[in-house]
């Protein structure tokens, strides 16, 4: 494992918030302050003028701007091609790599001031993100001029932060029970659910869900739909069609959210067109407008469990995590489900990037010869953690059902296999003297590969001279660690190796990487 010069942090990458942490030498993980006195930096963009960008404006400014110059929840968006996200400045095409990268280069730059040169990097991803989307966190990380270390799963993170801020560490012997944790995550656009098994310095993922498209911010969206209706029915104005009054409103739905956590009521103020109302809300209307997104995290979790191959009853503890899961509703309805109460003594905004940062110095501990202020003992313990996590999503490829000769999805690493993990198959030339084989590889365990992600095209070629129909090569795909994927062929007639080349659809090559990053280093963040 290589590193740069410079230090080793962790980052949670947020679709509403982003935050950096480190571990200091005392071994503790510690959020960074930014400029503006805050431990989460909102994922918001402001694209200010040529070669200058606001990361992180507050929303009042954000509404003063023309409204295609906000960009906001791009995490939604990575892995996407060009043709299915379209963003211009500057004259020049911009990928959510880039918009991605503008974020974790405001998180460095602000932690430079305080930490000195940052190198390195471990960037958490939701456990459901798939190929696509890790490797566009891995190009944004290295457009933001990051070595990224590692990728690691967001649940996995606030385990290590659970287990960390509850001496757990280090405790626990060979004969100690295993004790069998729910990681709830509920961020502000993506949803994960996660059992962990942890055994003296050993987390074991047993199984994992989730949802890259459901999040707090759809709970916004309910409340500021409930807001666009009610202001409607008094002005005869839909505030929604006016950008910069639909930024402010949506700031203020996000406030009202956040106080219905606390309080029966709240007030979401709207204000547009020279009109403005003040919509009453009560927790009870909010819980109502709400509930199938609810009712979806509790199905994702009952699986999840059943998927663990545990009961409700075998759980130990329950670890909350993201803002969105503070709203009372949801926490209501999950400590009804399993009878466990959360554990309390982690931040829900901050335990993530937490998590990421004892990653690193574990990596570090484990990978890197020069350790500055790193103490021995602080050492053997980063060292002696190991961490097996299991994939999100099944890979399969496309093959030919032979009773009716349609396409279908063959199956080979099922979703929740212990990583890392390969399969190894052995296809046949179909004619004489054949010179490639052409395989399409594929994310998910639907039949129908139209239901499945298509990663890329993977294409074996340079097979030796004059082979005969039906001669044997065998490939083998791997899923790594971290959830990322590799293909290897062996023509074996002759035992040659062939070459594999996977054209990753949407996936951004070397020489877009560094063009892009040779463009982010030109702009001026603030």
Same mark, same amino acid.
């Given at each position: 494992?290589?590193?740069?010069?410079?230090?080793?942090?962790?980052?949670?990458?947020?679709?509403?918030?982003?935050? +950096?942490?480190?571990?200091?030498?005392?071994?503790?993980?510690?959020?960074?302050?930014?400029?503006?006195?805050?431990?989460?930096?909102?994922?918001?963009?402001?694209?200010?003028?040529?070669?200058?960008?606001?990361?992180?404006?507050?929303?009042?400014?954000?509404?003063?701007?023309?409204?295609?110059?906000?960009?906001?929840?791009?995490?939604?968006?990575?892995?996407?091609?060009?043709?299915?996200?379209?963003?211009?400045?500057?004259?020049?095409?911009?990928?959510?790599?880039?918009?991605?990268?503008?974020?974790?280069?405001?998180?460095?730059?602000?932690? $430079?001031?305080? !930490?000195?040169?940052?190198?390195?990097?471990?960037?958490?991803?939701?456990?459901?993100?798939?190929? +696509?989307? =890790?490797?566009?966190?891995?190009?944004?990380?290295?457009?933001?001029?990051?070595?990224?270390?590692?990728?690691?799963? $967001?649940?996995?993170?606030?385990?290590?932060?659970?287990?960390?801020?509850?001496?757990?560490?280090?405790?626990?012997?060979?004969?100690?029970?295993?004790?069998?944790?729910?990681?709830?995550?509920?961020?502000?656009?993506?949803?994960?659910?996660?059992?962990?098994?942890?055994?003296?310095?050993?987390?074991?993922?047993?199984?994992?869900?989730?949802?890259?498209?459901?999040?707090?911010?759809?709970?916004?969206?309910? !409340?500021?739909?409930?807001?666009?209706?009610?202001?409607?029915?008094?002005?005869?104005?839909?505030?929604?069609?006016?950008?910069?009054?639909?930024?402010?409103?949506?700031? $203020?739905?996000?406030?009202?959210?956040?106080?219905?956590?606390?309080?029966?009521?709240?007030?979401?103020?709207?204000?547009?067109?020279?009109?403005?109302?003040?919509?009453?809300?009560?927790?009870?209307?909010?819980?109502?407008?709400?509930?199938?997104?609810?009712?979806?995290?509790?199905?994702?979790?009952?699986?999840?469990?059943?998927?663990?191959?545990?009961?409700?009853?075998?759980?130990?503890? +329950?670890?909350?995590?993201?803002?969105?899961?503070?709203?009372?509703?949801?926490?209501?309805?999950?400590?009804?489900?399993?009878?466990?109460?959360?554990?309390?003594?982690?931040?829900?905004?901050?335990?993530?990037?937490?998590?990421?940062?004892?990653?690193?110095?574990?990596?570090?501990?484990?990978?890197?010869?020069?350790?500055?202020?790193?103490?021995?003992?602080?050492?053997?313990?980063?060292?002696?953690?190991?961490?097996?996590?299991?994939?999100?999503?099944?890979?399969?490829?496309?093959?030919?059902?032979?009773?009716?000769?349609?396409?279908?999805?063959?199956?080979?690493?099922?979703?929740?296999?212990? +990583?890392?993990?390969?399969?190894?198959?052995?296809?046949?030339?179909?004619?004489?003297?054949?010179?490639?084989?052409?395989?399409?590889?594929?994310?998910?365990?639907?039949?129908?590969?139209?239901?499945?992600?298509?990663?890329?095209?993977?294409?074996?070629?340079?097979?030796?001279?004059? !082979?005969?129909?039906?001669?044997?090569?065998?490939?083998?795909?791997?899923?790594?660690?971290?959830? =990322?994927?590799?293909?290897?062929?062996?023509?074996?007639?002759?035992?040659?190796? @062939?070459?594999? $080349?996977?054209? =990753?659809?949407?996936?951004?090559?070397?020489?877009?990487?560094?063009?892009?990053?040779?463009? @982010?280093?030109?702009?001026?963040?603030?």
């Amino acid at each position: 494992m290589k590193f740069q010069e410079g230090r080793t942090v962790g980052i949670d990458l947020g679709t509403t918030f982003s935050t +950096l942490a480190y571990l200091n030498e005392e071994g503790v993980p510690v959020p960074i302050v930014n400029d503006d006195g805050e431990q989460e930096l909102p994922s918001l963009i402001l694209l200010a003028n040529s070669g200058h960008v606001v990361v992180g404006p507050n929303r009042m400014r954000a509404a003063m701007e023309d409204p295609d110059n906000v960009v906001e929840r791009i995490k939604r968006h990575m892995g996407e091609t060009e043709d299915q996200y379209k963003k211009t400045f500057d004259g020049r095409e911009i990928t959510p790599e880039f918009l991605s990268a503008l974020i974790l280069k405001k998180l460095k730059q602000d932690a $430079e001031k305080q !930490l000195g040169k940052i190198g390195n990097a471990v960037i958490t991803v939701p456990y459901y993100f798939d190929d +696509l989307r =890790r490797k566009a966190t891995q190009d944004a990380g290295r457009i933001a001029g990051l070595r990224v270390i590692d990728i690691i799963n $967001e649940p996995t993170a606030a385990t290590l932060t659970y287990a960390w801020k509850d001496n757990a560490l280090g405790k626990m012997s060979e004969k100690t029970k295993s004790r069998h944790v729910l990681v709830y995550d509920l961020g502000g656009g993506t949803f994960d659910v996660t059992v962990v098994s942890c055994a003296q310095n050993h987390f074991r993922v047993l199984a994992t869900d989730g949802d890259v498209m459901l999040g707090g911010v759809d709970w916004n969206d309910r !409340l500021l739909k409930f807001a666009a209706e009610q202001f409607q029915q008094e002005h005869g104005i839909d505030f929604r069609k006016e950008a910069s009054a639909l930024q402010m409103i949506r700031y $203020e739905c996000d406030q009202a959210k956040i106080t219905l956590s606390q309080a029966e009521e709240a007030i979401i103020s709207c204000r547009c067109a020279g009109k403005s109302s003040s919509v009453r809300v009560t927790r009870e209307q909010l819980d109502d407008l709400t509930a199938d997104l609810t009712q979806r995290t509790m199905d994702t979790t009952e699986g999840v469990i059943e998927q663990a191959g545990i009961s409700t009853e075998q759980l130990d503890c +329950l670890v909350m995590v993201g803002g969105s899961s503070l709203m009372p509703a949801v926490r209501k309805r999950l400590a009804a489900a399993i009878g466990i109460s959360p554990f309390e003594n982690i931040s829900p905004f901050t335990a993530v990037a937490q998590g990421a940062a004892i990653h690193a110095s574990i990596l570090e501990a484990k990978h890197r010869k020069e350790q500055d202020g790193m103490a021995e003992s602080l050492r053997k313990l980063l060292s002696s953690i190991k961490q097996t996590n299991v994939n999100s999503h099944g890979l399969g490829i496309v093959t030919r059902n032979p009773k009716n000769d349609k396409p279908c999805n063959y199956v080979m690493i099922p979703r929740n296999t212990k +990583l890392p993990a390969e399969k190894r198959q052995k296809f046949v030339t179909n004619k004489d003297g054949q010179k490639r084989v052409h395989v399409k590889v594929l994310q998910g365990e639907a039949p129908d590969p139209s239901a499945c992600v298509q990663i890329g095209d993977c294409r074996i070629t340079g097979l030796p001279e004059n !082979l005969p129909k039906g001669s044997p090569v065998e490939v083998v795909y791997r899923f790594d660690e971290s959830g =990322r994927i590799s293909v290897e062929a062996e023509e074996q007639t002759g035992c040659v190796s @062939a070459k594999i $080349e996977i054209e =990753r659809h949407g996936a951004l090559d070397d020489a877009k990487i560094d063009v892009l990053a040779d463009l @982010a280093s030109t702009y001026r963040v603030e």
